[in-house]
């Protein structure tokens, strides 16, 4: 994979994970979701933030490559 294909998932993801954040946001105001989808949800959210972090690093690593 590419450094601009690293790139666009990344923000793809990160756009996701903001709308997800702004979701949970709401729903510890008036909870609109059953509680075992919340656990599920928060689970998801902790995931993605962990992908993102691999993704920075892979692109951080293709970018020390090409100095």
């Known amino acids: 994979m590419d450094l601009i294909s ?3 998932e990344r923000d793809d993801l990160h756009f996701r ?3 997800l954040t702004l979701f949970l946001d709401k729903q510890r ?3 609109t979701v059953s509680n075992r989808q919340l656990v599920l949800l928060n ?3 902790l995931l993605m933030c962990g992908y993102l972090s691999i993704l920075d ?3 951080n690593d293709l970018e020390e490559q090409h100095d």
């Open 6 to 8: 690293l790139e666009n």
């Open 17 to 19: 994970l903001d709308e």
């Open 29 to 31: 105001k008036e909870q």
């Open 43 to 45: 689970r998801q959210w």
């Open 57 to 59: 690093w892979r692109i």
